[in-house]
Structures are given as structure tokens and as C-alpha cells.
């Protein structure tokens, strides 16, 4: 089977976008398993809430306008109240939810996700009800033609904005105070308590920041997706795989994982001719052999278990 | 009512024959596994092929979807057992996802999302067991559980169960007593993906049809729950777990405010449920009974210190 050099390019452009939204969610989840070694199963439904909001303020805040500008200020401001709200709301779910069970057995904090998931999932359906709706395009969305491939603003506007975001990110957890305080309380929290850091604070933030990045990826796919009650679902876990592969834990091997698994997700469809509807086996199977030959993941360090 | 009432009934005896398999794979060898429904759907799907495209009776079939499932436990198991904690949790997730995904993909044997109905009843020495003749459907499901809980209890019970509970509380102390760790955690996969298949068999006879869209993430995710909330590692607190994750299901529904309250209204109090009950008794409701170590625990300086107090101390712990 020959695939002309564009297509392929076209492609691995799809797959990047995708990617960058899987990594812009498992950055959530990793950044919370590096710390509390839980995985968040409520993060996808985070997802959900935050573009629910900031689909009420885009649509709010344009009434009835027809001017350009406006639409587009009015976009990046939802995007903000977006992030903002389900910020607010990941923090909350880990004060009422979590934090009573830090010191409980292992799996009870697993339990309390998936309820607090649970609740999430239909109280967006019971308030905004089970019908898909529609996130209009804040600017013009036609195809930008590139010799044979074709590129559309949404996917320039995901990759620009997730890579910004991403880029940010790592710049603060690796060189601001607070990023350090973060490393630390991952490492061993009652020594980083030990140190002068408010253990408390940095899980909030923690919190705060990863469920901004998954209202952010929520908004940007919805474009194109549209909205439901259960959009964070697979979208959640899909990204959760992606931050496994990675190397869960390590910010780096997030966005790594995220993008490996759009890219492998389209090219196995396209270019190996996988059946559509194979495409979840992809990345599941994908994840089984990462972790069959390195459970650590892509950029996890190997620990032994010392006796 | 009464018919809604033997519904509750036989679904919780469907359950608790899950709760207690995956049990003895999350609660007495401490393996976290994210895909019981897969199991579940192989059983039930087993069943529903056998009976209604090679005619089998339901007997051989319930054999063969244990035997089947507890197959597909052994080929999830004997890779990625070797991993530890987390991880094998999430190598049993992604198995479970490509278990559907490949039940849904599959049109020509499983009829993809269409699903396979008309799956026959059960007939005994000539006699049919209707499903919509509750009672007697009962009495097939409680004589199930009952097999079940006393397999499981006898198991559990022996060197088996004791190795199985080493593994859990240390699995590099129970290698170096010389417990194969592979061969009994293969074991417990096998053994709790065998029964689940059997629950999975009873599923396909009851609803008389199988649909691809049950056996979700979900479906496993409740399992989990009825095991944790009726504390891991014991048999009635698995059964207890059953129970109580149905009946608070079908509250509403129970006490009769279906018509008040919405779908979604009734899974919020059901997630609620979830997170109170693990806030307050977040190893279970029923605890594990602490190993008895006999006249060997005077030796031990902890044993002599607990004295007259021994009670009260067992309690403090978790």
C-alpha cells in the first residue's frame, strides 16, 4: 500500500492535534498520581463541568452580537471563567472527598473518585440536561490549504494553546519556588512538611492547575466534538493510558504519552488499516505492551524494591 | 411489588457471586483488577452462543463459560501478572476496554451491538426454569451463590487461601517461604475469572438476551465497590456489599419515589452514598479477622504489652 508523502503529513497533523488534547488532560491526572499516588478518576468529569461553564459564558456573552471581535474576546474570556470553575471545583472534590481519606486503606480514595465521578457525570446531565450541544466557532473555521494538506485555525488554535500551556507548565514546576515545593511534596511529603512547605497547599494547587488544563482541552475539543454529560468519560480515560505510557507521574512523559497516542491512534487507522471501530483496542493495546516491557513508562525511572 | 421485590433478589445473588470471585483476586491475594465485567461478558456471551446457535443446554454452557472465562483469566493474567500494584490495575483496565471493544467489533460471532437475544431458557430433568417465574429462577441463582460462597470458603480456607493471604500482606516474604507468588496469583485470576463467568452464564439466562454496552468499565468499577464497601477479604462482606450497592441502586425505586425523582437524580445519591460510606468506613463494613497466631503470640513483645487490653488495641486498628 502506497500513501502519498502529503497524506502522511496530513495525518501525523490530525494526530498531533488529538495528541496535544490527550496530553493537555493526562497532565491532570499525572501530575496528581506523582503526588498523592491516586489515580483521580473524577478528572474527566472535571472536564465535563469546566466546559459546560465555559460554553454558558461564550453562548451568554454573545447574545445575539454578530461582531467578530466581540465572539472572539468573548471566547477567551468563557475559556478563562472556564478554567476558573472547574479549578475551583477540582479543588473543592479534594477537600470534601479526598483529603479525609489520605490516610485511609488504598483503594477508599479509589471508591470516593468514582462516586464524586459519578455525581459529576449526572448532576451536568440533571442541570444541563442529556442533549449534545453545540460549541460554535469563535472565528472563521475554514481550511487553510498547504500544497496537499490542509489545516483548520481549530487545530492551529489546539496545538498553539496547548503547547503554550504546556510549555508554561513546565517552566513552573521545574524552575519557580513553588513548582519546587511541588517536587518535593511528590518525592515524601512529611519530609517536605518537614521543610517549611504547606503539604495542604501544594495538593490544592495541584488540583487547581490540572483540572484548569482539562477545562482547557475540554473547550478546545468540544469545537468540534460538541458537549454531552459523558464527554470526559473515554476522553478521561484515553488520556489517563496516555499519561501511563508516559510515565505516570512525570510531566514530560504526559505530553510525550499524549501525543504518541493521537498519533498512533490516527496512523493505525490510516495507515495500517486497523477497522475503525478497533481504534480504543489501539491505544489499550498500546498500553498493555508499554507497560509489558517498561511499566514505568516512556520517561519513568525504574525503581527496585528494596527489602 | 413482590416481582420487583424477587428481581432485587436475583440480581443481588448475580452480584454477590461477582463480588466474591473478584474478592478473592482483590481482597485475599490483593491484586487490583479493573475487569471483571470482561469476565462477566465472556460468560454471559459464552452462554448465549452456545445455546442459541449450537443448541447446547444451559448446563454444559454454564460449565463452558466458567471454563472459558477462567481461560481468558489465565491469558490477562500469566503477562501481566508480573507487574506490581498500580499498574496491573491499569493493564486490567485496558484489558476490559479491548474485551468490549472486540465483543462490539466482532459481528459475525457476537452480532456486534445488536447483541444476541432469545438466548433459551434453562430446562432441568424436562423442566423449564422461566425467568418470569421469579421463584424458580431464585432457587437456580441462591443454589449458585450458595456453591459459590462455600467453594470459596473452603478455598480460602486451605493452603491455598492461607498462601494467597501471604502474597497479599507480603509478597516478598511469602517468595521467600518458598510460595510460588506466580502460580497462586495465576491461580486466584483463574479461579476468580472462572466464576465470574458463571455469573456471566446466569446473566445471559436471565435476561434471555446479551447486549455488548452492559459489560462497560462501569459495571467493573460496581464490583470493585460492592468488594471494598463490604471490606475486603471476607465472603459476607462481599455478599453484604451486594446487597447494599443494589438496594441503594433501586432506593428510590424501593420506597417509591421513581416518579419524583429523575434517572440522574438517583445516580447522584448513589455516587453520594459511595463517597459518605468511604468517608466513614473507608476499609469496609466488615473487617478481615486478625490472624490468629495462638500460643505463639505471647512470644512476641507486642503480645505481652496488648495483655488485658487485647480487645480494645484490636480495635484501634484499622
Partial sequence: ?307 | MIDFLSLLVIYIGIYAILSMSLNLIVGYTGLLSLCHAAFLAVGAYTTAILMVNYHMSFWWSILLAGIVAGLFGLLIGLPTLRLSGDYLAIATLGFGQIVQNVIINWDSLTRGPMGIPNVPMPTLFGLTINPFVKWEFLILVGFFVALTFLVFRHLTRSRLGRALEAIREDEIAAATMGISTFKYKSVAFALGSFFAGIAGSLWAAYNQSVFPGTFDFNLSVLILCMVVLGGLGTHWGSVLGAVIIVLASELPRLVGITDIISPQFKQILFGLILVVMMIFRPSGLLTRRKPDFGRYARLSPAGTNAGGTGAGAGTVQP
Fill in chain 1, 1 to 307: 500500500m502506497h500513501i502519498p508523502l502529503s497524506e502522511l503529513i496530513q495525518h501525523f497533523i490530525n494526530g498531533l492535534t488529538l495528541g496535544s488534547i490527550y496530553a493537555l488532560i493526562a497532565l491532570g491526572y499525572t501530575m496528581v498520581y506523582g503526588i498523592l499516588k491516586f489515580i483521580n478518576f473524577a478528572h474527566g468529569d472535571i472536564l465535563t463541568m469546566g466546559t459546560y461553564v465555559g460554553l454558558m459564558t461564550y453562548t451568554g456573552l454573545i447574545g445575539t452580537s454578530t461582531n467578530p471581535t466581540w465572539i472572539l474576546l468573548s471566547f477567551v474570556v468563557a475559556m478563562l471563567v472556564a478554567m476558573l470553575a472547574s479549578a475551583i471545583l477540582g479543588v473543592i472534590i479534594e477537600r470534601v472527598a479526598y483529603r479525609p481519606l489520605r490516610k485511609a486503606p488504598r483503594l477508599a480514595p479509589l471508591i470516593s473518585a468514582i462516586g464524586v465521578s459519578i455525581i459529576l457525570m449526572n448532576l451536568a446531565a440533571l442541570i444541563f440536561g442529556t442533549k449534545s450541544r453545540n460549541f460554535p466557532y469563535p472565528f472563521d473555521n475554514s481550511t487553510i490549504n498547504w500544497g496537499a494538506v490542509t489545516i483548520t485555525p481549530h487545530e492551529i488554535l489546539i496545538l498553539a494553546v496547548s503547547l503554550a500551556l504546556m510549555i508554561v507548565l513546565k517552566l513552573f514546576v521545574d524552575f519557580s519556588r513553588m513548582g519546587k515545593a511541588m517536587r518535593a511534596t511528590s518525592l515524601d511529603q512529611e519530609v517536605a512538611s518537614l521543610m517549611g512547605i504547606n503539604v495542604n497547599f501544594i495538593i490544592s494547587l495541584t488540583f487547581f492547575i490540572g483540572s484548569a488544563l482539562a477545562a482547557v482541552a475540554g473547550v478546545l475539543v468540544a469545537m468540534s466534538y460538541k458537549v454531552y454529560p459523558t464527554m470526559g468519560g473515554l476522553a478521561g480515560l484515553k488520556a489517563f493510558i496516555a499519561a501511563v505510557v508516559g510515565g505516570i507521574g512525570n510531566i514530560s512523559g504526559a505530553m510525550i504519552g499524549g501525543l504518541l497516542l493521537g498519533v498512533l491512534e490516527t496512523f493505525g487507522v490510516v495507515v495500517l488499516g486497523i477497522p475503525e471501530g478497533y481504534k480504543d483496542t489501539i491505544a489499550f493495546g498500546m498500553l498493555i505492551l508499554v507497560l509489558l516491557v517498561k511499566p514505568s513508562g516512556i520517561m519513568g525511572k525504574s525503581t527496585r524494591e528494596k527489602v
